[in-house]
């Protein structure tokens, strides 16, 4: 458990009780990662949180992380995997946010829940 899993009880979520979340669940033991390279390796990048908004056709892929070496890696991974599950069109429309503080998130969800024009 890591030390902002630690700091939000799992029963005080920013996103538990957001009108616009239909559903979340923790990414532990689901098969969901998203592939990337570092150094030539292949990797498998499992974020923590994935949320359905209330619509139905929407999802976001959180993460938060105080620090993470290879975040921008992961980040960049998540932006291309969310490019293309999108640009396919038969997966609903997807989104990424990271944060590195606990007290963004909050803002980071409420963004999130905003349909893009």
Not at 48 to 63: C, M, Q, S
Not at 95 to 107: E, L, N, P, Q
């Amino acid at each position: 458990m890591n030390t902002f899993e630690v700091a939000t009880p799992t029963l005080n979520l920013p996103f538990d009780a957001h009108p616009q979340v239909d559903a979340f669940v923790k990414n532990a033991g689901l098969g969901f990662a998203i592939p990337y390279l570092h150094d030539g390796q292949s990797h498998d990048y499992l974020s923590d949180f994935i949320i359905r908004w209330n619509d139905g056709a929407r999802h976001l892929i959180r993460e938060t992380r105080r620090y993470d070496e290879l975040a921008e890696v992961k980040a960049a991974a998540a932006d291309r995997w969310v490019a293309a599950v999108n640009a396919d069109g038969g997966f609903g429309g997807w989104s990424y946010v990271f944060t590195g503080k606990v007290a963004d998130i909050g803002a980071l969800i409420v963004g999130a829940a905003t349909p893009a024009d």
